[in-house]
T-cell receptor
Framework: EAQVTQNPRYLITVTGKKLTVTCSQN?????MSWYRQDPGLGLRQIYY???????DKGDVPEGYKVSRKEKRNFPLILESPSPNQTSLYFC???????????????FGPGTRLTVL | GQNIDQPTEMTATEGAIVQINCTYQ??????LFWYQQHAGEAPTFLSY????GLEEKGRFSSFLSRSKGYSYLLLKELQMKDSASYLC??????????FGTGTRLKVLA
């Protein structure tokens, strides 16, 4: 089944304790992206990757890191989480970076993170 | 800069027709996506418009006017399962994605 998976789905942690949220897709997609979603603010892009070893900042990259060592995986790293990073996080992937309908994004199920 | 404007919330009755508007300003433009998101779930793709005009897909249609920076999503024969948020996402002309804050639609019996 074609899908984007994220782990964990739920996480409660404490300020300053490094964590990684994994994201994997099995569709051989080139483009991958991380978003956070907060009430009243909508979906905001954190980082994106156009291909292996190519990553760039979205609109809200502060406090996050990413890597793209393999095409299928795109982990999100919070080196020192803070309470303002409490949010719902989505990973997404799309076939290509060409701006047509093949750029439709497929989203993972989401990770609900709480930082105390 | 980029700006996307959608109504925050709309209410409609089962069986009715509802139009969700989206106005946008982007530094570049390639096309506009609409996504549906049920509460607590991931967004799912609904439509993509690149040319002016109406694209129909079953009960859902999407319209685009590039010159006016305007799009709408038209939902016909509303069903209870259409209660969800609808996200407008115009392309910025770069590889970044920008989403509107979404319109929460409530369908009443």
């Amino acid at each position: 089944e074609a899908q984007v998976t994220q782990n964990p789905r739920y996480l409660i942690t404490v300020t300053g304790k490094k964590l990684t949220v994994t994201c994997s897709q099995n569709m051989n997609h080139e483009y991958m992206s991380w978003y956070r979603q907060d009430p009243g603010l909508g979906l905001r892009q954190i980082y994106y990757s156009m291909n292996v070893e190519v990553t760039d900042k979205g609109d809200v990259p502060e406090g996050y890191k990413v890597s793209r060592k393999e095409k299928r995986n795109f982990p999100l790293i919070l080196e020192s989480p803070s309470p303002n990073q409490t949010s719902l996080y989505f990973c997404a992937s799309s076939l290509s970076i060409v701006w047509d309908s093949s750029n439709t994004q497929y989203f993972g199920p989401g990770t609900r993170l709480t930082v105390l | 800069g980029q700006n996307i404007d959608q109504p925050t919330e709309m209410t409609a009755t089962e069986g009715a027709i509802v139009q969700i508007n989206c106005t946008y300003q982007t530094s570049g433009f390639n096309g506009l996506f609409w996504y549906q998101q049920h509460a607590g779930e991931a967004p799912t793709f609904l439509s993509y418009n690149v040319l002016d005009g109406l694209e129909e897909k079953g009960r859902f249609s999407s319209f685009l006017s590039r010159s006016k920076g305007y799009s709408y999503l038209l939902l016909k024969e509303l069903q209870m399962k259409d209660s969800a948020s609808y996200l407008c996402a115009p392309s910025s002309g770069t590889y970044k994605y920008i989403f509107g804050t979404g319109t929460r639609l409530k369908v009443l019996a």
